[in-house]
Protein backbone atom coordinates (compact mmCIF):
# COMPACT_ATOMS: atom_id res chain seq x y z
CA UNK A 1 0.00 0.00 0.00
CA UNK A 2 1.45 3.14 -1.51
CA UNK A 3 2.61 5.50 1.54
CA UNK A 4 0.39 8.78 1.94
CA UNK A 5 2.66 12.37 1.45
CA UNK A 6 3.21 13.94 4.79
CA UNK A 7 1.79 17.43 5.27
CA UNK A 8 4.26 20.07 6.73
CA UNK A 9 2.34 23.19 8.36
CA UNK A 10 4.91 25.91 8.58
CA UNK A 11 3.89 28.95 10.61
CA UNK A 12 5.64 31.72 10.02
CA UNK A 13 6.26 34.10 12.91
CA UNK A 14 4.90 37.54 12.52
CA UNK A 15 7.54 39.07 13.80
CA UNK A 16 9.54 37.64 11.61
CA UNK A 17 7.35 38.37 8.57
CA UNK A 18 7.14 42.03 9.41
CA UNK A 19 11.00 42.19 9.30
CA UNK A 20 11.16 41.11 6.08
CA UNK A 21 10.56 42.78 2.92
CA UNK A 22 9.28 41.70 -0.78
CA UNK A 23 11.29 39.14 -2.40
CA UNK A 24 12.57 41.82 -4.66
CA UNK A 25 13.43 44.21 -1.33
CA UNK A 26 15.78 44.38 1.25
CA UNK A 27 14.37 43.78 5.29
CA UNK A 28 13.17 46.59 6.54
CA UNK A 29 15.56 48.98 8.93
CA UNK A 30 14.81 48.33 12.60
CA UNK A 31 13.72 51.68 14.22
CA UNK A 32 13.27 53.46 17.44
CA UNK A 33 11.23 56.42 16.41
CA UNK A 34 8.52 56.69 18.71
CA UNK A 35 5.29 58.20 17.00
CA UNK A 36 4.97 62.53 17.68
CA UNK A 37 3.82 63.16 20.92
CA UNK A 38 1.98 66.82 21.01
CA UNK A 39 3.25 69.31 23.12
CA UNK A 40 1.87 69.64 26.65
CA UNK A 41 1.53 73.38 28.23
CA UNK A 42 3.68 74.53 31.37
CA UNK A 43 3.89 71.99 33.94
CA UNK A 44 2.39 73.81 37.18
CA UNK A 45 2.40 72.71 40.70
CA UNK A 46 -1.39 72.85 41.88
CA UNK A 47 -1.98 73.66 45.70
CA UNK A 48 -2.72 69.87 48.27
CA UNK A 49 -0.37 68.41 45.89
CA UNK A 50 -1.87 68.51 42.26
CA UNK A 51 -0.12 68.90 39.18
CA UNK A 52 -0.62 69.37 35.89
CA UNK A 53 -0.56 71.32 32.77
CA UNK A 54 -2.20 74.73 32.46
CA UNK A 55 -5.71 74.91 32.59
CA UNK A 56 -6.47 75.37 29.17
CA UNK A 57 -3.45 72.40 28.25
CA UNK A 58 -4.21 68.49 27.97
CA UNK A 59 -4.39 66.17 29.47
CA UNK A 60 -6.55 67.36 32.85
CA UNK A 61 -4.61 67.99 36.20
CA UNK A 62 -3.81 64.60 37.60
CA UNK A 63 -3.04 63.92 41.48
CA UNK A 64 0.43 63.30 42.18
CA UNK A 65 1.96 61.14 44.63
CA UNK A 66 3.98 62.18 47.65
CA UNK A 67 7.81 61.50 47.84
CA UNK A 68 7.60 59.16 50.27
CA UNK A 69 4.95 56.69 47.81
CA UNK A 70 7.15 54.11 46.50
CA UNK A 71 5.71 52.36 43.03
CA UNK A 72 3.16 49.89 44.14
CA UNK A 73 2.11 51.64 47.25
CA UNK A 74 -1.14 52.26 47.39
CA UNK A 75 -2.11 56.02 48.59
CA UNK A 76 -5.19 58.53 48.87
CA UNK A 77 -4.54 61.70 46.71
CA UNK A 78 -5.71 65.30 48.80
CA UNK A 79 -8.58 66.98 47.27
CA UNK A 80 -8.77 69.72 44.75
CA UNK A 81 -8.75 73.10 46.06
CA UNK A 82 -12.29 75.45 45.41
CA UNK A 83 -9.66 77.54 42.91
CA UNK A 84 -8.29 74.70 41.05
CA UNK A 85 -12.60 73.51 40.07
CA UNK A 86 -13.41 76.95 39.61
CA UNK A 87 -14.23 77.74 36.23
CA UNK A 88 -12.04 80.33 34.39
CA UNK A 89 -12.57 84.23 34.83
CA UNK A 90 -16.02 85.31 33.32
CA UNK A 91 -17.49 82.13 32.71
CA UNK A 92 -21.26 82.59 33.27
CA UNK A 93 -24.10 80.05 32.77
CA UNK A 94 -27.96 81.16 32.26
CA UNK A 95 -30.00 79.64 35.06
CA UNK A 96 -29.99 76.08 35.19
CA UNK A 97 -27.33 74.84 32.39
CA UNK A 98 -27.82 71.93 31.38
CA UNK A 99 -25.70 70.14 28.70
CA UNK A 100 -26.89 68.01 26.18
CA UNK A 101 -25.75 64.33 26.98
CA UNK A 102 -24.96 61.85 24.44
CA UNK A 103 -27.59 59.01 22.69
CA UNK A 104 -26.19 55.67 24.30
CA UNK A 105 -25.95 52.92 21.66
CA UNK A 106 -26.44 50.11 23.44
CA UNK A 107 -29.13 47.90 22.93
CA UNK A 108 -30.36 44.99 25.40
CA UNK A 109 -33.47 43.01 25.08
CA UNK A 110 -36.45 45.12 27.01
CA UNK A 111 -39.55 43.36 28.43
CA UNK A 112 -42.12 45.65 28.16
CA UNK A 113 -44.17 46.33 31.20
CA UNK A 114 -46.99 49.01 31.47
CA UNK A 115 -48.76 47.90 34.46
CA UNK A 116 -47.72 45.95 37.84
CA UNK A 117 -48.56 42.32 38.05
CA UNK A 118 -49.53 43.00 41.92
CA UNK A 119 -50.13 46.26 43.63
CA UNK A 120 -47.16 47.92 44.29
CA UNK A 121 -46.43 50.83 47.01
CA UNK A 122 -43.77 53.59 45.58
CA UNK A 123 -42.31 54.99 48.87
CA UNK A 124 -40.62 58.04 47.40
CA UNK A 125 -42.77 60.33 45.34
CA UNK A 126 -42.79 64.00 44.82
CA UNK A 127 -46.45 65.37 44.41
CA UNK A 128 -46.17 68.68 45.06
CA UNK A 129 -49.27 69.49 43.16
CA UNK A 130 -51.48 67.06 45.53
CA UNK A 131 -53.40 70.30 46.97
CA UNK A 132 -56.68 70.02 45.82
CA UNK A 133 -59.45 66.81 45.52
CA UNK A 134 -59.19 67.00 41.92
CA UNK A 135 -55.59 66.86 42.27
CA UNK A 136 -56.04 63.45 44.03
CA UNK A 137 -58.74 61.95 42.18
CA UNK A 138 -56.42 62.53 39.11
CA UNK A 139 -53.15 61.07 40.66
CA UNK A 140 -55.51 57.88 41.64
CA UNK A 141 -56.92 56.90 38.33
CA UNK A 142 -53.48 57.19 37.06
CA UNK A 143 -52.06 54.79 40.18
CA UNK A 144 -54.80 52.48 38.94
CA UNK A 145 -53.82 52.33 35.52
CA UNK A 146 -50.64 51.20 36.33
CA UNK A 147 -51.31 49.09 39.12
CA UNK A 148 -49.75 50.92 41.84
CA UNK A 149 -51.99 50.18 45.28
CA UNK A 150 -50.37 52.80 47.11
CA UNK A 151 -47.91 55.90 47.30
CA UNK A 152 -46.01 58.26 50.05
CA UNK A 153 -46.15 61.79 49.08
CA UNK A 154 -42.82 63.07 50.80
CA UNK A 155 -43.82 66.44 49.59
CA UNK A 156 -46.74 66.87 51.93
CA UNK A 157 -45.86 70.80 53.31
CA UNK A 158 -45.66 71.88 57.15
CA UNK A 159 -47.85 74.29 58.99
CA UNK A 160 -51.35 75.47 56.78
CA UNK A 161 -49.82 74.03 53.41
CA UNK A 162 -49.76 70.36 55.19
CA UNK A 163 -52.75 71.07 56.60
CA UNK A 164 -54.22 71.57 53.35
CA UNK A 165 -52.80 68.40 51.21
CA UNK A 166 -54.33 66.53 54.39
CA UNK A 167 -57.91 67.67 54.33
CA UNK A 168 -57.65 67.37 50.08
CA UNK A 169 -56.86 64.03 50.05
CA UNK A 170 -58.77 62.76 53.08
CA UNK A 171 -61.00 60.55 50.35
CA UNK A 172 -57.38 58.59 49.55
CA UNK A 173 -56.14 58.02 52.63
CA UNK A 174 -55.68 54.45 51.61
CA UNK A 175 -53.54 55.38 48.41
CA UNK A 176 -51.90 58.59 49.48
CA UNK A 177 -49.79 58.51 52.50
CA UNK A 178 -48.69 62.07 53.20
CA UNK A 179 -45.05 63.18 54.96
CA UNK A 180 -44.66 66.21 56.90
CA UNK A 181 -41.95 68.25 55.29
CA UNK A 182 -38.60 69.10 57.68
CA UNK A 183 -37.88 72.96 57.20
CA UNK A 184 -34.94 74.41 58.85
CA UNK A 185 -36.65 78.35 58.69
CA UNK A 186 -35.53 79.99 61.82
CA UNK A 187 -33.27 77.31 63.32
CA UNK A 188 -30.52 79.48 64.21
CA UNK A 189 -33.23 81.56 66.39
CA UNK A 190 -33.92 80.90 70.06
CA UNK A 191 -36.66 78.46 70.43
CA UNK A 192 -36.72 76.98 66.97
CA UNK A 193 -36.19 73.08 68.02
CA UNK A 194 -38.42 73.22 70.46
CA UNK A 195 -40.84 75.15 67.93
CA UNK A 196 -40.34 72.53 65.37
CA UNK A 197 -40.68 69.67 67.27
CA UNK A 198 -44.12 70.54 68.45
CA UNK A 199 -45.57 71.08 64.78
CA UNK A 200 -44.49 67.56 63.95
CA UNK A 201 -46.23 66.72 66.67
CA UNK A 202 -49.45 68.36 65.35
CA UNK A 203 -48.77 67.20 61.95
CA UNK A 204 -48.59 63.37 63.46
CA UNK A 205 -51.59 63.99 65.46
CA UNK A 206 -53.14 65.30 62.50
CA UNK A 207 -52.31 62.19 59.70
CA UNK A 208 -48.86 62.72 58.79
CA UNK A 209 -47.03 59.43 58.78
CA UNK A 210 -43.62 59.95 58.46
CA UNK A 211 -41.44 63.01 58.03
CA UNK A 212 -39.03 63.88 54.85
CA UNK A 213 -35.79 65.84 55.25
CA UNK A 214 -34.65 67.66 51.64
CA UNK A 215 -31.15 68.57 51.14
CA UNK A 216 -31.70 71.82 52.72
CA UNK A 217 -30.08 69.97 55.65
CA UNK A 218 -26.66 69.74 54.61
CA UNK A 219 -26.21 71.55 51.81
CA UNK A 220 -28.84 74.41 52.15
CA UNK A 221 -29.09 75.54 55.80
CA UNK A 222 -26.24 77.27 57.28
CA UNK A 223 -24.43 78.38 60.09
CA UNK A 224 -24.35 81.98 61.48
CA UNK A 225 -20.74 81.34 60.47
CA UNK A 226 -21.63 79.75 56.92
CA UNK A 227 -21.07 76.47 57.91
CA UNK A 228 -23.49 74.12 56.73
CA UNK A 229 -25.56 72.26 59.80
CA UNK A 230 -25.33 68.59 60.00
CA UNK A 231 -27.41 65.83 60.83
CA UNK A 232 -25.90 65.29 64.25
CA UNK A 233 -25.91 69.00 65.50
CA UNK A 234 -27.53 69.19 68.74
CA UNK A 235 -30.43 71.25 67.56
CA UNK A 236 -32.22 68.36 65.80
CA UNK A 237 -31.90 66.52 68.82
CA UNK A 238 -35.48 66.95 69.66
CA UNK A 239 -36.47 66.49 66.62
CA UNK A 240 -35.29 63.22 66.10
CA UNK A 241 -36.54 62.61 69.55
CA UNK A 242 -40.37 63.16 68.51
CA UNK A 243 -40.41 60.85 65.67
CA UNK A 244 -39.61 58.42 67.89
CA UNK A 245 -41.93 59.10 70.66
CA UNK A 246 -44.59 59.17 67.46
CA UNK A 247 -42.69 55.65 65.70
CA UNK A 248 -42.46 57.70 63.13
CA UNK A 249 -40.15 57.13 60.12
CA UNK A 250 -37.78 59.55 58.67
CA UNK A 251 -36.69 59.93 55.01
CA UNK A 252 -33.46 61.80 54.64
CA UNK A 253 -30.37 62.52 52.60
CA UNK A 254 -27.65 63.03 54.91
CA UNK A 255 -24.33 63.37 52.68
CA UNK A 256 -23.96 63.65 48.25
CA UNK A 257 -21.59 63.17 46.12
CA UNK A 258 -18.78 65.73 47.28
CA UNK A 259 -18.70 67.90 43.60
CA UNK A 260 -22.08 69.40 44.74
CA UNK A 261 -19.90 70.93 46.99
CA UNK A 262 -17.09 72.51 44.65
CA UNK A 263 -18.03 75.91 41.87
CA UNK A 264 -20.35 74.61 39.06
CA UNK A 265 -18.39 74.94 36.18
CA UNK A 266 -16.94 72.57 33.23
CA UNK A 267 -13.83 71.36 35.27
CA UNK A 268 -16.52 69.84 37.90
CA UNK A 269 -17.49 65.95 37.60
CA UNK A 270 -21.23 66.81 38.19
CA UNK A 271 -21.53 69.30 36.16
CA UNK A 272 -23.08 67.37 33.63
CA UNK A 273 -25.56 66.80 35.66
CA UNK A 274 -27.30 69.94 34.49
CA UNK A 275 -27.98 71.01 38.09
CA UNK A 276 -27.02 74.01 38.86
CA UNK A 277 -28.09 77.44 39.17
CA UNK A 278 -25.81 80.38 39.34
CA UNK A 279 -21.99 80.39 39.46
CA UNK A 280 -21.06 80.85 43.14
CA UNK A 281 -23.76 78.86 44.74
CA UNK A 282 -22.65 75.63 45.90
CA UNK A 283 -25.75 74.39 46.42
CA UNK A 284 -26.33 73.41 42.88
CA UNK A 285 -29.23 70.66 43.25
CA UNK A 286 -31.29 72.75 45.20
CA UNK A 287 -33.38 74.10 42.30
CA UNK A 288 -36.58 73.81 41.91
CA UNK A 289 -37.61 70.36 41.13
CA UNK A 290 -34.59 68.95 41.89
CA UNK A 291 -34.28 65.57 42.93
CA UNK A 292 -34.21 65.72 46.93
Known amino acids: MPRRPSIVLFLAASAFVAGCGTPDSPPAAASNAQPPVAAAGPASEGPQGWAG ?7 P ?17 DLPSMETVAPPAGWVTSGPDVPPMPLTLLRLPRTYIVRAKFPAIDFHVHGRELTTPEAYASFVKLLDEIGMGAIVNLNGGTGEALDQSLEAGEAYRDRVVNFITFSA ?14 EMERAFKAGAQGMKVS ?7 KNPDGTFIQADDPRLDPV ?12 IHISDSIGRFYPPGPKNERYEAGLWRQ ?14
Do not use: C, H
Not at 53 to 59: E, G, K, L
Not at 279 to 292: I, K, Q, V
Open 279 to 292: PGELAGNLNDGGPS
Open 185 to 198: EGINEPGWSEKFAA
Open 61 to 77: LEPKPPATVKEGDTWIP
Open 53 to 59: TAPSADP
Open 215 to 221: KQLGQGA
Open 240 to 251: WAMAARYDKPVM
